[in-house]
């Protein structure tokens, strides 16, 4: 059974051991393991200020297991507070147990419920497939996208497609 919460400060160090794991196992984020990682202090004080401006950080759970986290934030910008954006990590051996379709729908649930939030942002690497599939699955839809604008670890690249959903 999985279990969705919003997260504390302690949960910033298993936050951190995911983003790590999903850095060395997949060519799916930004950061590469040579690139400088977060710290936990770092995370903690983001994961803060995101909640201060209207924002959101969730757990999911198995067994008592952190296997991933959503964070949602919000523009401090008034023209953009509206809109928000959230990024998602799923354990790579914890995939497929719809953790990331529970995380996500815990999401448009609470933002629906949100005074002045009007849409949700994401963007994602256009090799991604699980991933924009459970994006669309959920009604996003794609805006655009920056072509050739990562370049993986074989040399090749993928685009960034930007997707939202209006609520």
């Not at 008592?64 to 023209?79: A, C, H, P, Q, T």
């Not at 959920?138 to 959903?165: C, H, P, R, T, W």
Request: glycine share 6%; with cysteine.
């Amino acid at each position: 059974m999985l279990n969705i919460r919003i997260a504390n400060p302690k949960d910033a160090e298993k936050i951190i051991a995911i983003k790590k794991d999903i850095v060395m196992t997949n060519d799916v984020l930004l950061r590469l393991p040579e690139d400088k990682q977060e710290t936990v202090d770092e995370y903690r004080k983001k994961m803060q200020k995101k909640q201060d401006n209207g924002g959101l950080t969730l757990i999911i759970e198995r067994k008592d297991e952190v296997i991933g986290f959503l964070s949602f934030s919000r523009s401090s910008y008034k023209r953009l507070y509206h809109t928000g954006s959230f990024g998602i990590s799923v354990k790579p051996e914890c995939s497929n147990l719809g953790a990331g379709t529970e995380l996500l729908s815990y999401l448009i649930k609470w933002a629906k419920e949100q005074e002045g939030l009007e849409k949700i942002n994401l963007d994602v690497f256009s090799n991604n497939k699980p991933a924009i599939h459970l994006y669309q699955k959920l009604g996003f839809e794609e805006e655009g996208k920056q072509v050739n604008q990562i370049k993986l670890k074989d040399g090749s690249y993928a685009d960034i497609l930007f997707m939202s959903l209006s609520l």
